[in-house]
């Protein structure tokens, strides 16, 4: 195994001081270009690449950023991390991303990986069950940055980046009264996020202002198979539901396999809206109709605020992700 090329490798090679290459790499305008060009071939041949850690030692900034998410499977945050990691790839940084399993200890691990690695900053979407986030508050007092997204705390004290949840809930309540719908069933996540809380309250107090006679009741599913065993039994009853409402692509994606097994049309039978990324609305036939929360949107927006933390020095703030109504077919 040959070892790991250095700069007292390339030095020695080129009979040169190692600050001379070192300084040829940085592009120091001390250096002759004909020396800089010389060192940077040799180094690309010798395939030489700068030690992390040791630039870290010398600079103290880190290119390292950690990202924590529930899930990765999940389809919101797999596009949400897929433009993390382009929009940081621009700036030179590299990500190390990691999955809390919606477990608030597993999280919390995770947080303390990331500062044995010395990232630069954090960005987090909280598991369902976080409500202490004393340790989140301890790193940031270390230095590290920490970028809440999505699913966030409702501490006021801290970096925030989220869609505008009220008024996503309004939108949703908007539309079914646009559709003169009469009897609403909405599915909702857990209540212990402020995100649930946020996107209930926006729907049901639209819809009761919009629709003062509508029949609203409400249930909420902690993931896809208990949206749809509620989607099945509320499906199964006596009870006339014209339309389903839909917290999530998750709970969505409970509703659609309840409606499949029952062999239901829409919106004939029942319309459905969502609350969604947007791929699994154009898995059905009709497409279904939702308000996008994107997430490609949102990781972009929450690589810009790291970089104005960096740059501003900001402690907290709140960035607000507005949402549009995709048409399907559904309602």
Do not use: W
Not at 218 to 230: F, V, Y
Not at 231 to 248: G, H, N, P, Q, Y
Not at 325 to 330: M, P
């Amino acid at each position: 195994m040959t070892n790991k090329a250095t700069l007292k490798n390339i030095a020695e090679m080129l009979q040169i001081s190692i600050s001379t290459v070192s300084r040829a790499l940085k592009d120091h305008p001390d250096i002759a270009k004909e020396t800089k060009r010389k060192v940077r071939e040799l180094a690309e041949v010798m395939d030489y690449e700068p030690n992390a850690f040791a630039v870290y030692l010398r600079t103290q900034q880190s290119k390292v950023l950690g990202l924590i998410v529930p899930e990765i499977s999940n389809f919101f945050y797999h596009s949400l991390v897929a433009s993390i990691e382009q929009e940081a790839r621009k700036k030179g940084y590299s990500l190390i991303i990691l999955q809390s399993s919606n477990n608030p200890e597993v999280e919390e691990a995770n947080l303390k990986l990331c500062k044995l690695n010395r990232v630069a900053g954090i960005f987090v979407a909280l598991t369902s069950d976080t409500n202490d986030i004393s340790v989140f508050k301890r790193i940031m007092v270390s230095g590290i940055p920490i970028i809440f997204f999505d699913k966030v705390p409702e501490d006021q004290q801290c970096i925030k980046v989220t869609m505008a949840d009220t008024e996503v809930g309004k939108m949703a309540a908007k539309t079914i009264h646009n559709k003169k719908k009469k009897n609403v069933y909405g599915i909702f996540g857990n209540p212990n996020m402020s995100i649930t809380r946020k996107r209930k309250q926006g729907f049901v107090n639209e819809l009761k202002k919009l629709s003062p006679l509508i029949e609203i009741s409400t249930a909420t599913a902690n993931d896809s198979e208990e949206a749809k065993a509620l989607a099945l039994e509320v499906l199964k009853s006596k009870k006339k539901i014209d339309t389903i409402f839909c917290m999530s692509d998750e709970i969505l994606t409970g509703v659609i396999m309840a409606i499949n097994q029952l062999k239901l049309n829409m919106p004939d039978d029942i319309s459905v809206l969502a609350i969604s990324n947007g791929f699994i609305p154009k898995l059905t036939s009709p497409a279904i109709t939702y308000i996008e929360t994107s997430g490609s949107v949102l990781g972009v927006k929450a690589m810009q605020t790291f970089f104005e933390v960096l740059e501003k020095g900001i402690t907290k703030k709140t960035e607000l992700i507005t949402s549009r109504l995709i048409e399907g077919g559904s309602i």
